[in-house]
């Protein structure tokens, strides 16, 4: 029997570095680098999960083999849920990670949300995988905490500066080694229960 082969369809290096991580020590189960020559997947859903779905369809389908996405989104309380499905580009289309915290700070001070009790934040990751015979099987993970007022920290991406997680004494991921940040954060929890229905999944003849 040969082993499981999923096609990683992020296109951001830092996501599949961590999925890689996560994934890469499921028995039975290959992990093979999105090809190069796929063009982006335009996220055009409403949902994490329609987003996901798009990334890993259409990389099932240019490769013909399974492909795994995520898609995740930083639901702040005091900005109604926002950013939220269009985190990666808060600012822009074209925005960098600088400049999504940058705005994410700025916009909790436009309202004023100051306080730790303002600044409460949820961050969610659907894993999502579609086989070419269509099935599909996704997961959740999600995690709570605080946005700081400042960033704090050099690890990590994306808004990992200005999160910090609940029970973690106001340490931000970008604080953390990446391990400890796998162990509790959304896509680590996404993935490790990916993992655990992958491990249940017979594998390809």
Known sequence: MSP???????ANPDKAAEIVAILGGVPGLELLPR??????????????????RLK????????????VSDDTGLEVDALGGAPGVYSARFSGQHATYADNVAKLVSELERVEATTPERRRATFRSLAFVAYPDGGEVWTEGRV???ITPRPLGLGGFGY??????????????AQMTPEEKDEISHRGRAFR???ELLGDQPASS
């Open 160 to 173: 990992d500066p200005v999160f910090a997680p609940d029970g973690f004494g106001g340490r931000t991921f």
């Open 144 to 146: 709570t905490g605080v």
């Open 35 to 52: 090809p190069p020559d796929v063009p982006d997947v335009e996220e055009t859903g409403e949902t994490l999960i329609e987003n996901a």
């Open 4 to 10: 499981q082969r999923l096609v990683i369809a992020s």
């Open 193 to 195: 229960a990916l993992a």
């Open 56 to 67: 890993a369809i259409a990389l099932m389908e240019a490769t013909g083999l399974a492909a």
